[in-house]
């Protein structure tokens, strides 16, 4: 019985890994051919801390590498590794019109 009860959690395991996989698959070959068309949205942010810009892609509803908080995200700058908070939908790129003004207006802080 014991035997049995091993099999299927590594039959599970396999199963949820491969769904991960084809998922990030997925994500990431869509983000790569169609820009920010996909779910993959990419905001030009520009760092509080070392004043650099860079792009910083992002899927709505899901942060593994930042702290979701409203519009804004506290997470660490690629470039300088500071954590700040960025507001990834002031600083959306490419995305369509239609989709654009339900944006907040962004402003420059000053
Ligand atoms: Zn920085």
Not at 37 to 51: A, M, N, T, Y
Not at 78 to 102: D, H, I, Q
Request: with cysteine.
């Amino acid at each position: 019985m014991r035997g049995e009860l091993f099999w299927v959690i590594v039959g599970v395991a396999v199963v949820a890994i491969s769904i991960a996989v084809v998922y990030l698959t997925f994500v990431f070959t869509k983000a790569r051919r169609v820009g920010t068309k996909g779910i993959v949205q990419r905001s030009h942010l520009r760092c509080p801390k070392c004043e650099r810009e860079f792009d910083y892609d992002w899927i709505p509803g899901a942060s593994l590498t930042s702290v979701r908080l409203g519009p804004d995200r506290y997470m660490a700058c690629p470039l300088c590794g500071k954590w700040s908070m960025f507001n990834v939908y002031a600083g959306l790129v490419a995305r369509p019109s239609s989709e654009r003004a339900t944006a907040p207006p962004a402003g420059p802080s000053s």
